[in-house]
């Protein structure tokens, strides 16, 4: 069991940076495949970032060279940090901790970009 609290959004121009912050509260934090997903309102929830047990990330094609997750198990926390934001890149933003067949969502964050 894993708990999850995501913060950091907020409103920023075209062109800023943002860094969110999933932080992990329970056992057994190295053990989870970390994920970061977004959901814009009228679109599904749209997969992100991952990073895993072991530190490897991988983000999607849209953020590539954008976005960056990393993870410090030793604050039992995940970064997903944004640089120069689109518009839409807006959306409510969750990440969630994957183990095995179990995987825990924490309650999002707004990030809202402006033109």
């Known amino acids: 069991q894993v708990q999850l609290v995501e913060s950091g959004g907020g409103l920023v121009q075209a062109g800023g940076s943002l860094r969110l912050s999933c932080a992990a509260s329970?056992?057994?934090?190295?053990?989870?495949?970390i994920y970061w997903h977004r959901q814009a309102p009228g679109n599904e929830r749209e997969w992100v970032a991952v990073i895993s047990a072991g530190g490897t990330p991988n983000v999607a094609d849209s953020v590539k060279g954008r976005f960056t997750i990393s993870r410090d198990n030793a604050e039992r926390t995940v970064y997903l940090h944004m640089n120069s934001l689109k518009p839409e890149d807006t959306g409510v933003y969750y990440c969630?901790?994957?183990?095995?067949?179990?995987?825990?969502w924490g309650q999002g964050t707004q990030v809202t970009v402006s033109s």
């Open positions: 969630s901790a994957k183990f095995l067949d179990s995987q825990h």
């Open positions: 329970g056992s057994w934090f190295i053990r989870y495949t």
